[in-house]
Every structure is written in C-alpha cells, then in structure tokens.
C-alpha cells in the first residue's frame, strides 16, 4: 500500500486518519490498519483493506463475480464492450485522466477498473462484497490499481482526494439509492472533479420484465440453488428467446418475455459467449436484495440537489447521469 493511497484513508466511523499497526507487520504482509488514537482497527487481508463484515446484503454479487471473475472484462472476451459502455456513459477525455486519481464504486470484477487503468490514472476499486478479490486476482499486474472492500453509506477516504468517480450498475441495487448517490460528490476534488452513475431506468415498461414477478422467490432463494437452477434454464430458455427475437415487428417484444438475458443482436458474442453471458445476467436480474430503477427526472434531481454542475442525464444504454464539481 503506498504512502499517497494512505493519506487519502479515512476510518469510517471516526473519519479520523489511519496507519499502519507496527504490531500487525509480518515481514511483506500487513495485518492492520488502525487510528490515531488506536480506537478503531481495520484488517488488511491479501493486500486489501477490509472495512466491512465478511457477509453483508451484497453476497449475491461477491459470488456472481468469483464465479464469472473474467467473463466481462474485455482481456478476456477480446471485445470492446466494456470499453464502449464506459466511455459512451462517462463522456470523459481519457488524456485528462492519466495521472489523476479515480474512484470506482462497485468494481465488481474490474471490468471498468480495468478501463480506467489503460488511460494511466490512479484507480481505487472499491466493492461492498468478496468480488474485491476476484478484482485482485484479474488485475493485480497493474501498479496503479488500489483495492478496497468498503461500505458507500461510509466511503473510508478523505473527502475532495478524488478527480473522478464513478459507479456503473451499482447504485440500483443499494438499500437507499439516493443516500447512496448523495455520499459520491463529496469525493471529488473541488476543482472540477467528475462524477458519473448509472442506473436501471424506471419505467411502465421495465416493470413488465419477468425479472420482476419473480424477484419476490429469486431474492430470497439461496444463491447458490438459485445458480444451479439458472444453469439448468438458461439452455433451455434463451434458443425460445432467440427464435422469437426473429419474429417480425414484434420480436423485440416477444423476447423480453421469457426470462432470460438475449444479448444477441446487441453485443458482438459468440454463441459460447451469449451463453455465457445469459447465466451470469440472468442471475444478476434474480438475485439482488435490492433492484430499484430511477427516472431521469429525479436522477437529474438529485445531481442539482448536491450542486454539482454541468449536469447531463442521458439514456446510454442504461440512464446515465453525469456531471462536474463547481
């Protein structure tokens, strides 16, 4: 851990500064963080500081990500989907990156950490749940990337240390998604820091999706007999899906009611990858605690009431809203 990520540390019950404890020094492995005043004291395990409890409403995403650790990150898929999600909702100039610092909120397995690392920045990859270390193990060679298991209702860093935050398909399944948001801006740098999230969009619409009348049973079914029976549909439901993509005029519509995620026609994968990628985010869809979409209205809404300027929301691919510190 370098010198210049600790400066920006901050104990998240005290917002007091954090070292390291000289007692939980090992030769090369760090064991502690702890305050000043040595009230509050947070372990680091496998490089990464932990300051949240090792089973937390998140669980669902800590096993989705160890599960299918590589599956979206563009070194792996050999596809620029990440890539184009990223900087279609960010809008930012990747030259104005490198070199700054970068927050990420919900890395999940780092398909964007890994984004934002090609342009040169600082990048610290926060996670509520265990898809930290599916994180590490994807991009551990790159000497920039800092890992945190933290909690966004008490962001353990020092406030205005960052140049650019985002938070892509994360806010949504928070238990209060506008407290969430509202701990973002406070991040950046008071000189012209950036913000960018996403979010599901709330509409008549979406709430016709299958996710949604079966969410009630999925969200409480464990998680790993909910995979088990993902596995088994997903073969079996997402030809239906397909055939019926092909139906004229309405096909669009006929797909979105067999519930499964079709990719075909909308992402460049292979038959292997659509598979793939249909049983990762079907159990996305299914298993959340929490899934709550927003409107551009109050997305919009929100961004003025933190004073940030600048402001766009826009639909790209998901609704985004993006915009500056003053």
Known sequence: MIASLLEKLRCPVSAQALAIDPAGVTGRDVGWLQTVDGRFRYPIRDGIPRFV?????ADNFGFQWNVFARTQLDSHSGLPISRNRFWNATGWDPSAMRGKWVLDVGCGSGRFAEIALSTGAHVVALDYSSAVDACRANLRQHPNLHIIQGDVYALPFAPGCFDFVYSLGVLQHT??????????????????GRLCVDYYEKSFKSRLLPKYWLRPVTRRMDKRQLFSAVQRTVPVLLPVSRALARVPVIGALLKRLVPVANYEGLLPLSGSQLEEWAVLDTFDWLSPTFDNPQTAKTVRRWFEQTGMVDIEVLKAGHLVGRARRP
Not at 53 to 57: D, F, H, K, M, V
Not at 178 to 188: E, N
């Open 175 to 192: 238990p209060d998604v506008q407290r969430a948001f509202s701990a973002l801006p406070i991040m950046l740098s008071s000189g012209g």
């Open 53 to 57: 409890a090792e089973s937390n409403y």
